[in-house]
C-alpha cells in the first residue's frame, strides 16, 4: 500500500494505493461516505470494499474527498466531489491504462461515484454499498447498462430495502443486489456477513468484465 496526493480540481487529494498481488487486469475506485458526518477513506465498509477487490485481483485507489484529511478545498454539496472522483480515475486510468475500471461506493460515495463514472469511459462496472436512495436521486442510472451491482442491509434507514429494490427494478440489466439481512446503514454487528456479500459482488462484477 502506497499514500500518495494526486492532483485534484482544487488541490491534491489524500489517496491510498494498493496494487494486487496477483493482479488480474482490473483496478478500482473506492469512494467513502459522507464528508460532512465523519466519512473518510478509513472507513471500516470503504476498507472492506477495498480489500475485497483487492483479493479479486484488482488494484484499488482509496482517497479523501475534498476538505477530508490532507485534501484540500471544502465540502461542496456533491458536485466537486465528482469531480474529485474523475480525478481519480483518470490517475487510475493512467496507471493502468489497459485495464478496465470499476467505481464502488458507500452512502454517499455511491451517489457521487456513479455520477462521476458515467463521465469516463474506462469505467465498465459499479458496486454500490448501503446506497442513500432515502437522501439522493439515483434514477439517472436506470438507463445506464453498465453492470451494477448493490449491496445493502436489510434495515438501512437511508436506503429502505423496499425502495433499493423497486429502484434497481427499473435499472438496465445487468444488475443484482444482496440484502444483507438485519443490517443497518453502517452494517454494526454484520462486518462478517458484509465481507461475504462483498466476495460475491466482486466475483460477478469480475465475470461481468470477461464477457465485455
Known sequence: MTALLLDGPVGSLEALYTPAPNPRGWAVVVCHPHPVFGGTMHNRVVFRTAKAFVAAGAHVLRFNFRGVGASRGG?????????????ALAYLHRRHPDNPLVVAGFSFGSWVGFRAALRCPQVRGLLGVGIPIAHFDFSFLCPVALPKWVVQ???DAFGPAAAVAAWLS???????????RQANHFFDGRQTELATALTDAVVWLQNQLVHI
Not at 461542496?76 to 466531489?81: L, S, T
Not at 427499473?170 to 444483507?180: H, Q, Y
Request: hydrophobic share 25%.
Open 170 to 180: 427499473r435499472c438496465c440489466e445487468p444488475k443484482g443486489m444482496t440484502m444483507v
Open 75 to 87: 465540502y461542496d454539496g456533491g458536485i466537486g466531489e465528482q469531480d474529485d472522483v474523475v480525478a
Open 153 to 155: 442491509g436489510e434495515q
